[in-house]
């Protein structure tokens, strides 16, 4: 089955250290997306990438950075993780315009 | 600025009874709305979605209804089973903004026995 996954599944870290939150799909779409979810506040959206080449911020891109190595992966990047940054983090895929977007199963990070 | 509303945290209904998930939304230029199911340890799974240019969609169970001049939208579930049990998130969007998707805060539903 086309799919999107994400590695790691759960992560602990310290405060201050590097973290590269991974995903790749197998569905063939041209656009990537991570979102955070933290409690009561729903799914938020860091950062997008339309094709290897372009690559958008989203409502909350502070703290974080992103690389689009090939059309099927989409990584994220805390340079500097901090307490604020514990969440859910899930990567998604959509093709061309449409709206429906598919997600990974996510990943749970915990920054002490 | 929450655009998109889900003012239910939570909601219990019996099986085979109909669930009412509710969502509303304060920006005008969204013009397509989705719900999104999820259960615990994965991703939101995409489940209905309708344009602005209708009022009601319908997949099985499943139907969402439109308001737009009450900037409302509803998801019902005929009948209702254990397995709905999950947080139903409602996501809206306008085209032409890269999909970008707007989403509420969840309602949890739990379908009894």
């Known amino acids: 089955d086309a799919d999107v996954t994400q590695t790691p599944r759960n992560r602990i870290t310290k405060t201050g250290k590097r973290i590269m939150l991974e995903c790749s799909q197998t569905?063939?779409?041209?656009?990537m997306y991570w979102y955070r979810q933290d409690p009561g506040l729903g799914l938020r959206l860091i950062y997008y990438?339309?094709?290897?080449?372009?690559?958008n911020k989203g409502e909350i891109s502070d703290g974080y950075s992103v690389s689009r190595q090939a059309q099927a992966k989409f990584s994220l990047s805390l340079e500097s993780a901090i307490p604020n940054q514990t969440a859910l983090y899930f990567c998604?895929?959509?093709?061309?315009?449409?709206?429906?977007?598919?997600f990974g199963p996510g990943t749970r990070l915990t920054v002490l | 600025d929450q655009q998109v509303k889900q003012n239910s945290p939570s909601l219990s209904v019996q099986e085979g009874r109909i669930s009412i998930l509710n969502c509303d939304y304060t920006?005008?230029?969204?013009?397509?709305f989705l719900w999104y199911k999820k259960y615990p340890a994965e991703g939101p799974t995409f489940l209905i979605s309708?344009?602005?240019?209708?009022d009601k969609n319908e997949d099985g169970r499943f139907t969402v209804f439109l308001n737009k001049s009450a900037k409302h939208l509803s998801l019902h579930i005929v009948p209702s089973q254990p397995g709905d049990s999950a947080v139903y998130f409602c996501?809206?969007?306008?085209?032409?903004?890269?999909?970008?998707?707007?989403f509420g805060t969840g309602t949890r539903l739990q379908v009894t026995l």
């Open positions: 998604a895929t959509s093709k061309g315009s449409t709206h429906e977007q598919f």
């Open positions: 569905k063939g779409h041209d656009r």
């Open positions: 990438s339309f094709d290897v080449k372009d690559i």
């Open positions: 920006n005008s230029m969204f013009d397509y």
């Open positions: 309708i344009s602005s240019i209708k």
């Open positions: 996501a809206a969007s306008r085209t032409g903004t890269a999909s970008k998707l707007t």
